[in-house]
DNA sequence: GAGACGTGGCC
DNA sequence: TGGCCAAGTCT
């Protein structure tokens, strides 16, 4: 739920999430379209697909029991080497950095003196992040680096009066020079097709019954890029055709 | 490796 | 007000 989304959004539906399915076990006992459906509007619904998948995952290989193993945790679907990294090391003690976009930045700023990392991870980056790591208490440093990270060395408008390390930051010994180079990312959404395949989904989510293909012509003029994004939500196995109506999987 | 992929809060 | 960006992953 994490991945790509604020903490602050996520509590409150990773509460119910857990409180409806407590393991594994039980979420992989459901259809994948009532994790869809559960997922609500914490956005890129194909984490919630995968994360059903993960959970089938757990069940088949590791018995129910989420592998504390790097490499196991890393072949799960939707588990990236961020993810897999953030498992290991804050639920079972592993000596991972864990090379969030918060840590990113702080190291980008506080030992490269730039104001923003690149836009993934380099090899570079994980090098030195490796090479600065404490053998011991590696999930606690992580944590505490994505904190400041995330509090006080923000994207925008950091706080660097209330940094601790501002006497050892590269960047604010540079005076905070402005990011120079390519544009760091180029996220436009109106008008997409992600912002079509919202809408589809949000009607999907809110129907207890398969929709008539006519409701759903209703959420988007274009009947190009409409059925485009229909499309790509049936391929991604988020959407399921039932004669002329769809539903959740 | 660039691009696709949701949604909402902030200034 | 609209652009930025958030505990990334996959193709």
Same mark, same amino acid.
């Given at each position: ?6 903490? &602050?959004? *996520? ?51 590791? #018995?129910?029991?989420?592998? &504390? #193993? ?8 939707? *588990? ?7 498992? &290991? ?22 030992? &490269? ?35 400041? /990270? ?30 120079? /180079?390519?544009?760091?990312? /180029?996220?436009?959404?109106? /008008? ?26 209703? *959420? ?30």
């Amino acid at each position: 739920m994490l991945q790509q989304t604020p903490v &602050s959004r *996520v509590l409150e539906p990773w509460r119910a999430w857990l409180a409806r399915w407590p393991t594994p076990a039980a979420l992989a006992a459901d259809p994948p379209g009532e994790a869809v459906r559960m997922w609500g509007r914490l956005g890129y619904p194909r984490r919630a697909l995968r994360l059903h998948a993960a959970a089938v995952a757990i069940v088949e290989r590791h #018995d129910g029991e989420v592998p &504390s #193993d790097h490499d196991e945790l890393l072949a799960l679907p939707g *588990v990236g080497s961020y993810t897999a990294a953030a498992v &290991s090391a804050f639920a079972f003690g592993g000596g991972e950095v864990v090379l969030d976009t918060n840590v990113r930045r702080v190291l980008a700023r506080a030992i &490269s003196g730039v104001e923003f990392p690149a836009n993934t991870p380099t090899a570079a980056e994980r090098r030195l992040a490796a090479e600065l790591w404490p053998a011991e208490d590696a999930a606690r440093w992580s944590a505490a680096v994505m904190e400041l /990270g995330a509090l006080i060395c923000t994207a925008a408008r950091p706080k660097c009066g209330d940094c601790p390390i501002r006497d050892r930051c590269a960047w604010y010994a540079a005076g905070r020079p402005t990011h120079d /180079g390519p544009p760091r990312r /180029g996220q436009t959404y109106a /008008g997409t097709d992600r912002q079509v395949r919202g809408r589809l989904l949000e009607v999907l989510r809110d129907a207890e019954d398969p929709v008539p293909a006519a409701r759903l012509d209703l *959420v988007w003029d274009d009947p190009v890029q409409r059925t485009r994004a229909l499309e790509s939500l049936l391929a991604d196995g988020l959407v399921v055709r039932r004669g002329r109506a769809y539903t959740l999987p």
